[in-house]
């Protein structure tokens, strides 16, 4: 019987991990993927948006050799922080069902066997569940719903949708590598400046600005996406005409949405957030409507890497404690 059972390996399931074993709690987390998964699945090469102290355990950890970290330094700090110190994590292992069997007794069960634990909090992302145009034509193999890399669409005719980083990234990505590329997006999104609203952050959006003065990309500002075809996609803009483009191959990046399923099962009470539906949970403790099943990371509101960090910290005693493994000073 595990005190906790962490599920996700991600900066909030790492933190949440370190902060279980620092509090001699008999604790397990369980990773579908790698350690540190969403951000492995980062399009390689890529310069991480978050400055160093909204993605370090403790301040001064992660050296990158730029002001901001790459995905493989960012990377590489996370996995070396769970080798370094010891943390108990079962990685390329899915957890299929949790089931509610008493007060403070849950039955976790995986692809690879069975658990019992008396706390779970999930800590699982979202980028597996990314969100679909649901358009015809959507299921042909040109059409991704990640960016990984730039050099297979070299030459090749190459739209991104979206109106996030992500898109803006790989749209600017794409035109520098020589792909001739464009970015469908809608005007509200590229024209939004505050950082908040999910906008194209600013060091994103101004050399993707500089390739559009050269006609390196191209910017269709979108009413929606009306069909994708083999060697073309047709486009509606934002004054309603239809325009027809050559296409090789279409990016769909218009954000994900964590896979609540787990935790309705269960009986966890949901409500729609300014991200979509979302676990109703305590805001001191994390804890939902169904007592000793806590949430983290991409299912609550601080679903930024800086807050899944820190989250755990402030959560982790709060359980210990229940089991008076703390004692008092």
């Known amino acids: 019987m595990f005190d906790l059972i962490i599920i996700g390996a991600g900066p909030a399931g790492i933190s949440a991990a370190y902060e279980a074993k620092k509090l001699n709690l008999n604790y397990l987390v369980i990773e579908k993927g790698l350690i540190a998964d969403t951000i492995y699945h980062y399009p390689i090469g890529l310069t991480v948006f978050s400055t160093t102290n909204e993605l370090e355990f403790y301040e001064g950890e992660l050296k990158p050799a730029r002001e901001k970290p790459t995905r493989e330094e960012l990377l590489s700090y ?61 299921d042909l193999p040109k059409v991704h719903h990640r960016f990984l890399e730039t050099y297979p669409w070299v030459k090749k005719n190459a739209l991104v949708v979206g109106g996030g980083n992500s898109a803006g990234e790989a749209a600017l ?63 509606e803009s934002e004054n309603g005409t239809v325009e027809n483009l050559p296409n090789d191959v279409i990016f769909v990046l218009i954000g994900a949405d964590a896979d609540l399923t787990m935790l309705k099962n269960l009986g966890v009470e949901t409500k729609n957030s300014k991200y979509g539906e979302v676990p109703i949970y305590d805001e001191e403790t994390f804890e939902t409507n169904v007592s000793s099943v806590y949430v983290v990371g991409h299912f609550t509101e601080a679903r930024h890497i800086g807050g899944a960090i820190e989250v755990p910290k402030k959560i982790v005693p709060k359980i210990a404690a229940k089991f008076e493994k703390v004692k008092s000073p």
């Open 78 to 138: 996370y996995v070396r922080f769970c080798l370094e110190n010891d943390l108990n994590i079962q990685t390329e292992e899915e957890v299929l069902n949790v089931e509610k069997l008493a007060e403070n007794n849950f039955k976790v069960t995986s692809d690879k066997s069975e658990y019992e634990a008396k706390n779970v909090l999930f800590a699982i992302g979202a980028m597996q569940y990314p969100r679909h145009l649901n358009v015809k034509g959507e």
């Open 173 to 235: 990505f794409l035109a520098q590598e020589g792909a001739n590329a464009t970015l469908a997006t809608f005007r509200k999104d590229w024209e939004e400046t505050d950082p908040k609203q999910g906008c194209i952050k600013h060091w994103v959006k101004e050399p993707l600005e500089e390739q559009l003065e050269k006609n390196c990309v191209g910017v269709f500002f979108l009413g929606r996406v009306v069909e994708i075809k083999e060697n073309e996609v047709l486009l």
